[in-house]
T-cell receptor, first 114, second 112 residues
Framework: DAMVIQNPRYQVTQFGKPVTLSCSQT?????MYWYQQKSSQAPKLLFH???????NEADTPDNFQSRRPNTSFCFLDIRSPGLGDAAMYLC?????????????FGPGTRLLVL | RKEVEQDPGPFNVPEGATVAFNCTYS??????FFWYRQDCRKEPKLLMS?????NEDGRFTAQLNRASQYISLLIRDSKLSDSATYLC?????????????WGAGTKLIIKP
């Protein structure tokens, strides 16, 4: 089945130690998104790629970076994780950026910062 | 005022009952709306899209009230498996694309 895959499902890192989360998709969608979601809060969009075009949200800290080496893969790099970065990180895809487009989510990576 | 607002709940409802909750939005130009369902510690999944006055899918009905700027989600004959958080999503049109504005969700607990 076509899907969005995230690895790892759980990630433990140390304060200040760089960490990379990965996402892959078999849907061949043009757009890939990274969201941060904390408990009982709405998913917060960090950035998205339309093909190779990177779009950063204005309030996304510089500590968060992303790479999309090809259509199928997208990475979230957290350069120096702080305790406040502990959250669920959700990758999503959509065919396009129109208002009617459905987003398909991966199962998420839960990040714990010690 | 937040752009998309939802009552966080939780709504505690007996199995078999009908439950409804609303989502209010501030952008009167919004044309399409989504309800996503999110189970505990899982990813959001699309439940229903609303492009006109409403949509119905089995036990689930979404209705749009443009004058009062809210969309509602009604669940009939509720099941234990309906327990989840329901997230309202409203696209906001930008210069070249749309940005999805997410509500914080309404938590629903169905009790036997």
């Amino acid at each position: 089945d076509a899907m969005v895959i995230q690895n790892p499902r759980y990630q433990v890192t140390q304060f200040g130690k760089p960490v990379t989360l990965s996402c892959s998709q078999t849907l061949n969608h043009n757009v890939m998104y990274w969201y941060q979601q904390k408990s009982s809060q709405a998913p917060k969009l960090l950035f998205h790629y339309y093909d190779k075009d990177f779009n950063n949200e204005a309030d996304t800290p510089d500590n968060f970076q992303s790479r999309r080496p090809n259509t199928s893969f997208c990475f979230l790099d957290i350069r120096s994780p702080g305790l406040g970065d502990a959250a669920m990180y959700l990758c999503a895809t959509s065919r396009g950026l129109a208002g009617q487009e459905t987003q398909y989510f991966g199962p998420g990576t839960r990040l714990l910062v010690l | 005022r937040k752009e998309v607002e939802q009552d966080p709940g939780p709504f505690n409802v007996p199995e078999g009952a009908t439950v409804a909750f609303n989502c209010t939005y501030s952008n009167s130009a919004s044309q399409s709306f989504f309800w996503y369902r999110q189970d505990c510690r899982k990813e959001p999944k699309l439940l229903m899209s609303v492009y006109s006055s409403g949509n119905e899918d089995g036990r689930f009905t979404a209705q749009l009230n443009r004058a009062s700027q809210y969309i509602s989600l009604l669940i009939r004959d509720s099941k234990l498996s309906d327990s989840a958080t329901y997230l309202c999503v409203v696209p906001r049109r930008g210069d070249s694309n749309y940005q999805l504005i997410w509500g914080a969700g309404t938590k629903l607990i169905i009790k036997p």
